[in-house]
């Protein structure tokens, strides 16, 4: 994406009353913009949606730890649901469907998105499709946004998607636990029995979301500059502006940093969303005319709230390899990369190309998904070349080895050595 700075003529006069009046106003326009966006989405009517028929609480006989035990004073923990909101552009409806299908389970909640780059008609013809799919129709647990939202990566836009997506998904059902956001290059490396069985021995505040106060080169080229996201207040592509000055950083709390995608507990959620803290809207303010600000937003929100600031763990639950130096962002991953990703306990991977050879060895190897089906679990009872055609008890599970690989991660990141070490330093 090009960056287009503003006209000669406002940087002819950086230093002039006028010049800074306009930028003033564009500012506050885009900051009104962010918080209406936010706002209409989290008071927007659910209508046209059902809620799940899924007992929620009902209990499976599943055993973290020895599956010989015998205890007669032990319950097994209620099943945790997911809210996942997935996002891709145009051309992406194959690759969101593919996604949905590795990941579906009939006690989450799927909100998929596909951003104004791409045409109506894309909306349309995804959501006809899900539509036709007997187990989305039964459960109703799968969404489209019918009216998107332009998400440019380098601007604020795609932070007030996400929190877009987060409300409605709040509106769709009252008994998801964690809000994980994906894209259309991210892939599973567990099945979702893998990490529903994980989660649901975990406690349902943890926040899983990679963080850090060192600013580094970020402070000159992501932190200080202001921008202007047009994503925010026009219907049309444009380009991000970048105004000529710069802001110093401020005091009233600390940065943080990381990566776009996270592990949310449902009790944050709803702190960012409906305001119950003024700090959420705080940084809302701040961010929205700063670059990348969902690897920022976030972060900062956990890391300066005396409630959440303990319950944040340093990991996304995803598989990363970084470029070769300067290392600032992720690199294609592929076949060379499947061991290193199954061995790592990672729950997610990112990001894979389009039709990747690597996600049809996931889906046969790890997933036991045939091409165009969904991922089986212990609620399929169909035979073996569809079993999610026929289902039965949603909350049954068949966790496998990659439970044993995300617990082990987890035991790893949750030992009161790494744990508390790594949780908001500042430096």
Not at 105 to 123: E, F, K, V, W
Not at 202 to 213: A, E, I, Q, R, S
Not at 330 to 355: E, H, N, Q, V, Y
Request: glycine share 4%.
């Amino acid at each position: 994406m090009l960056n287009t700075p503003l006209p000669s003529s406002l940087q002819s006069t950086a230093t002039t009353i006028k010049e800074k009046k306009k930028l003033y106003s564009l500012v506050a326009t885009s900051v009104v913009s962010l918080i209406f966006v936010f706002s209409v989405s989290s008071s927007s009517s659910s209508s046209g949606s059902s809620s799940s028929s899924l007992h929620y609480h009902q209990k499976h006989r599943l055993i973290l730890s020895d599956p010989n035990q015998s205890d007669a004073n032990y319950v097994s923990p209620s099943l945790p649901s997911i809210a996942y909101y997935i996002t891709g552009s145009d051309g992406d409806s194959n690759r969101l469907l593919r996604l949905l299908f590795s990941i579906y389970h009939p006690n989450n909640q799927y909100l998929l998105h596909l951003d104004l780059t791409a045409s109506q008609s894309q909306r349309d013809q995804l959501a006809l499709t899900l539509q036709s799919i007997p187990v989305f129709r039964d459960f109703q647990n799968v969404n489209v946004i019918g009216k998107a939202d332009y998400a440019y990566p380098r601007g604020s836009s795609v932070l007030a998607s996400t929190l877009h997506g987060a409300s409605i998904l709040l509106r769709l059902s009252q008994h998801w636990d964690w809000f994980i956001n994906l894209s259309a290059a991210d892939y599973p490396l567990v099945a979702q029995d893998d990490l529903l069985h994980i989660l649901s021995f975990l406690p349902k505040d943890l926040n899983f979301v990679n963080h850090t106060n060192y600013i580094g080169w970020r402070e000159s080229f992501r932190m200080k500059p202001i921008i202007i996201d047009p994503g925010l207040y026009i219907s049309e592509k444009s380009y991000v502006f970048y105004a000529t000055q710069k802001r110093e950083l401020p005091t009233a709390y600390r940065l943080f940093t990381g990566l776009s995608s996270a592990v949310l507990s449902r009790k944050f959620v709803e702190s960012c969303i409906f305001g119950s803290d003024n700090l959420p809207r705080i940084l809302l303010m701040y961010f929205a005319n700063m670059p990348s600000s969902q690897t920022n937003y976030f972060q900062t929100a956990l890391c300066n709230s005396r409630e959440f600031n303990k319950t944040i763990v340093n990991h996304n639950l995803q598989y990363m390899s970084w470029d070769n130096p300067p290392k600032q962002k992720p690199r294609a991953l592929g076949l060379s990369d499947f061991d290193d990703m199954i061995k790592s306990g990672a729950a997610f991977g990112t990001p894979f190309p389009l039709d990747d050879p690597v996600l049809d060895r996931i889906d046969k190897e790890i997933l036991n998904r045939g091409a165009g089906r969904i991922a089986p679990g212990g609620w399929c009872l169909g035979e073996s070349d569809d079993p999610c055609s026929l289902w039965g008890d949603a909350n049954a599970l068949w966790p496998g080895q990659g439970s044993r690989r995300l617990e082990k991660r987890l035991v790893e990141l949750l030992s009161k050595e790494a744990f508390h070490s790594h949780q908001c330093i500042t430096e």
